[in-house]
């Protein structure tokens, strides 16, 4: 099978790339010139330099492929130009979506994120029936990966072969930018977390979420979105799960969110805008962070064959990974003193 696979450079993108890889699937790499490619090394295929939002540049390479898998999103949670967002998430999406379309190609994966759905903050589960509308959005990541589905789904309604995938929080090695949620590992490694607030996520193993990526290309239902998630757990449980596994001590204080907020607030002022760097903290994160992103994964056990996997052995790859690369220092981990 040829497949056209867009953020293989990325942490999910290049866990895709690796399974498609295993299954033996020839793959073509849609990388920007200035992507770094040190992701793709050891896995076999063909680098096509060009840009989503430049079509032209790109169409040549997807006729005769079998497949595209749309990895690549813009996923920050502080950004000084919101607008540079919606062009790659939203634009960049529906345009892929056309030239795909114009192509031929039979197949489209498409990962959103589980930021599109609803959720509340009495930390009820939700899945892909719960009620949402952009309104629901909180930020603007969260807003661009919501239109940008909507393109999907608008897509596979005038007949397109679309399939959508909705990963909670991936977790796992080679998470080398590193994403948001990778910075709270890198943080607290760096013992730079000295709080908490009353929240939650879902954590998911990266490796669970490419697997069924590639199961998607035949399973999926055009249309249809999937959940890929694992444990829902606390801000706090993840910490003294990460505790437990370095023997950092975890935080004990737990900080309301008008503290968190003002925090966020300086951060974004003096470290973001003045000082023009990533702020530790933003606004959006303290708002998404009055919901728990607790999630259901029911309909992609039953309907792809995912396996929820526990995130332990996750959470230590990711761990050692990050000292490994010198995102943090050296400590034993449980693996370490067994």
């Known amino acids: 099978m040829k497949v056209f696979i867009t953020g293989a450079t990325g942490f999910v ?8 890889a295993a299954q033996g699937a020839e793959l073509l790499f849609l990388v920007r010139k200035s992507s770094n490619l040190s992701n793709l090394e ?9 840009d989503l939002l430049n079509p032209t540049s790109y169409a040549p390479a997807l006729a005769n492929c079998e497949a595209v898998l749309h990895v690549a999103a813009d996923y920050r949670l502080w950004i000084r130009d919101p607008e540079t967002m919606y062009r790659a998430n939203v634009d960049g999406t529906r345009d892929l979506l056309r030239a795909v379309h114009k192509a031929g190609v039979r197949r489209v994966v498409y990962t959103s994120s589980v930021a599109t759905m609803h959720f ?34 608008a897509a596979a309604q005038d007949g397109q072969q679309v399939i959508i995938l909705n990963p909670t929080t991936p977790i796992g090695p080679n998470d080398s930018k590193p994403t948001p949620t990778g910075r709270i590992f890198v943080d607290f490694l760096n013992r730079k977390f000295p709080a908490y607030m009353d929240t939650g996520l879902n954590l998911v193993d990266v490796a669970e979420v490419a697997k069924t990526h590639v199961d998607a290309l035949t399973l999926g239902t055009s249309g249809r979105r999937y959940i890929l998630g694992g444990e829902n757990l606390t801000l706090k449980q993840i910490l003294d799960k990460m505790s437990a596994i370095t023997g950092i001590p975890s935080p004990t204080v737990k900080i309301p969110f008008a503290v968190a907020a003002t925090y966020a ?21 303290v708002r998404m962070g009055r919901k728990k992103m607790f999630a259901s994964s029911a309909r992609a056990q039953q309907e792809l064959g995912f396996r929820i996997a526990p995130v332990y052995p996750a959470m230590r790859a990711a761990i050692d990974w ?10 034993p981990t449980t693996k370490d003193t067994q």
């Open 13 to 20: 993108g290049h866990h895709v790339a690796k399974a498609l």
């Open 42 to 50: 050891g896995i076999p295929g063909e680098t096509i330099v060009g």
């Open 120 to 153: 509340r903050t009495d930390g009820v589960v939700v899945n892909e029936d719960t009620p949402v509308s952009l309104a629901d959005m909180v930020g603007h990541y969260k807003r661009s990966k919501f239109l940008a589905e909507q393109q999907a789904i």
């Open 265 to 285: 607030f300086f951060e974004e002022t003096i470290t973001g805008r003045i000082r023009g760097k990533d702020p530790r903290a933003t606004l959006e994160e």
């Open 322 to 331: 990050f000292q490994t690369h010198g995102f943090a220092p050296r400590v």
